[in-house]
């Protein structure tokens, strides 16, 4: 059966103060296996972890659950969360933020005495294949509907498309009239904090200047000083492929548009691309028919592939899987959505030859618990 892993820590994100951070998905599920927790709350909403954290607290009373299942720290240094991986007493790590602070926390927990597993979701720039069929019939629906997706949460979404591959067809240039079109209605809106605005004023000043890259389409300009501009680039294939630059992430609402030749221009650079959470195809069903050679490619690279739709927002179910190869994830067999974020923090353990009364309830004979279980392969009651 599946037992428990034991102490958990687990970070906070600054782009969801509530998702994905106290009572977030990693919470829920460490909770579920059976885990104590340790979270480190983010220094971006101080006020909003403790606000939340107090009615765990309170919740854990009234259920009667032993102290000690749910703690909370704060602080600014990064020696407050290594104190975390560092403790021995910890036994997995659930963080969702920068490549930067992901990857130091698996490098600490790698170099512990006694390893443990870290679940860092680290960053993705979800990208999206436009083609050629799908841009003839649904050139504007398709336009708009990437505008939105873009600038959905001020782009703070970790799904949030930033980067978009065109086929050239006869219709690719009214496409890029109708994404710019759309794009310089949108106003600016407010960023969640200073740190993640001046991250991505920073990050576009850094594509803008990059070889073969030009600003296609800008929104109204912000009124606020925290407010983010949504800003489309454009740069063609030879320089995408010979610049690894820019497939990197600009958090943010900013995505990067690559005009691909033809056909194999699009399987090159799908195959160039290092690990993100999703990808998405737009075509017909001829298209899609005639790229099964690049949906077999993109298996390889993301965790969620989606056909003629946007990746921004997950559904919590059992069919979800939020994560993806490195660098978007530090361990691609799992998810930190749906139900199955459950397997995260436990371990499965046989008992062999055990009497039946020694057995935890869940594995005997007469089930107490009338909980479903598999059975020599079988589900039954």
């Not at 959905?152 to 970790?158: D, T």
């Not at 660098?327 to 974020?341: I, W």
Request: hydrophobic share 40%; net charge negative; charged share 20%.
């Amino acid at each position: 059966m599946q037992v428990a892993l034991g102490p958990v820590g687990i970070f906070g994100a600054s782009n969801f103060p509530l998702a994905f951070s106290v009572a977030g998905g990693d919470t829920a599920s460490a909770l579920a296996a059976g885990c104590t927790i340790v979270v480190k709350a983010h220094p971006a909403h101080p006020g909003t972890s403790e606000l939340v954290g107090n009615a765990i607290r309170q919740a854990i009373m009234d259920c009667k659950m032993p102290d000690g299942t749910f703690s909370m720290v704060h602080g600014q240094s990064i020696d407050v969360g290594m104190a975390i991986v560092n403790n021995k007493h910890i036994k997995a790590v659930g963080f969702t933020g920068s490549f930067k602070g992901g990857k130091a926390l698996f490098d600490a927990a790698a170099k512990r005495e006694t390893p443990i597993p870290v679940y860092a979701e680290m960053g993705s720039v979800n990208p999206v294949f436009i083609l050629p069929g799908a841009m003839e019939t649904k050139s504007r629906e398709i336009a708009e509907g990437l505008a939105a997706s873009i600038t959905l949460g001020v782009g703070q979404f970790c799904t949030n498309p930033g980067l978009v591959i065109t086929e050239a067809c006869n219709s690719t240039d009214s496409f890029y009239s109708e994404l710019s079109g759309t794009v310089s209605k949108i106003e600016a809106g407010t960023m969640l904090t200073k740190a993640i605005h001046q991250a991505y004023e920073n990050g576009c000043d850094r594509l803008g200047q990059q070889s073969g890259v030009h600003q296609m389409a800008k929104g109204k300009g912000p009124t606020k000083t925290q407010d983010g501009m949504v800003s489309v680039f454009h740069v063609n294939s030879i320089d995408f492929l010979s610049n690894e630059h820019l497939e990197e992430e600009v958090f943010g609402p900013s995505s990067l548009v690559v005009s691909a030749k033809g056909r194999q221009d699009l399987l090159s650079i799908a195959s160039r691309i290092k690990g993100h959470l999703t990808a998405s195809l737009f075509g017909t069903d001829e298209d899609l028919n005639n790229n099964r050679d690049l949906i077999h490619i993109l298996e390889q690279k993301v965790g969620r592939l989606i056909i003629n739709g946007f990746p921004t927002g997950v559904e919590v179910c059992h069919a979800m899987n939020h994560g993806g190869p490195f660098p978007a994830t530090t361990d691609s067999r799992s998810t930190s959505v749906g139900t199955a974020s459950i397997y995260r923090f436990t371990r499965p353990v046989c008992y062999q030859n055990f009497p039946d009364r020694l057995l935890p309830e869940e594995l005997q004979d007469t089930n107490p618990k009338k909980i479903w279980r598999l059975y020599n392969g079988e589900w039954m009651k």
